[in-house]
């Protein structure tokens, strides 16, 4: 594999994680306060599989890859903020 083609890919493992860990981490609790107790029971299990997955993965990164993978989650989680403030505002503004 060449090497601009294994840091391609090694940016999507991160990237995909990073996803994974905004999903398990920070927005989770927003939802498990609105499903039932079943659905609940099914997307604890989810998160608590996922978290551990990301232990996982993170055990085995370089210093240089944890720091790119904060990054990466801080960017998208900064992301999610600012969409969700411009649906808000767009939500206003439809009234």
Same mark, same amino acid.
């Given at each position: ?55 996982? $993965?993170e055990?085995? &990164?370089?210093?240089?890859n /944890?720091?790119? !993978?904060?990054? #990466?989650?801080? @960017? $998208?989680?900064?992301? &999610?903020?600012?969409?969700? /403030?411009?649906? !808000?505002?767009? #939500?206003?503004? @439809?009234?």
């Open positions: 594999m060449s090497n601009t083609k294994e840091k391609e890919h090694q940016l999507n493992i991160l990237i995909t994680i990073a996803l994974l860990k905004v999903f398990s981490n920070d927005y989770s609790a927003y939802l498990i306060g609105e499903l039932h107790k079943e659905k609940k029971h099914w997307f604890n299990s989810t998160v608590n599989a996922s978290n551990n997955f990301i232990k996982e $993965i055990s085995d &990164l370089s210093e240089a /944890k720091e790119m !993978l904060q990054d #990466l989650n801080d @960017d $998208i989680l900064n992301g &999610l903020i600012n969409l969700k /403030k411009d649906l !808000l505002c767009g #939500l206003q503004t @439809d009234k």
